[in-house]
């Protein structure tokens, strides 16, 4: 938390989530989900800071991944090109 705290006060983020799920026989108990500007995260996947802090709940934690997402607007246009898609090939 003191790390994406430290991302947003920085600008390296817009700000951040903390989810915890309740149990449903999966294996994602939870994640954390960063805001931003998509450049700046996809820069911040790279840098060695960020590298290191995955590499280190590896080897604490089961199932560690980390994954882009869409929300919001981003969500919006992901849908019209899988519907554009869909249209393609009926």
């Excluded at 700000?15 to 996809?42: I, N, P, T, Y």
């Excluded at 290191?52 to 991944?65: F, K, P, Q, S």
Aim: aromatic share 8%; glycine share 12%.
């Amino acid at each position: 938390m003191a790390y994406w705290n430290g991302l947003q006060a920085s600008g390296e983020i817009e700000s951040f989530e903390v989810v915890m799920l309740g149990a449903h026989g999966g294996d994602l108990q939870g994640f954390a989900l960063l805001r931003g500007d998509r450049e700046k995260l996809v820069l911040l996947r790279m840098t060695s800071d960020f590298v290191r802090i995955i590499a280190r709940a590896e080897t604490c934690l089961d199932n560690v991944g980390v994954i882009e997402a869409y929300v919001d607007g981003g969500a919006r246009r992901l849908m019209e090109t899988w519907e554009s898609a869909i249209v393609d090939l009926v």
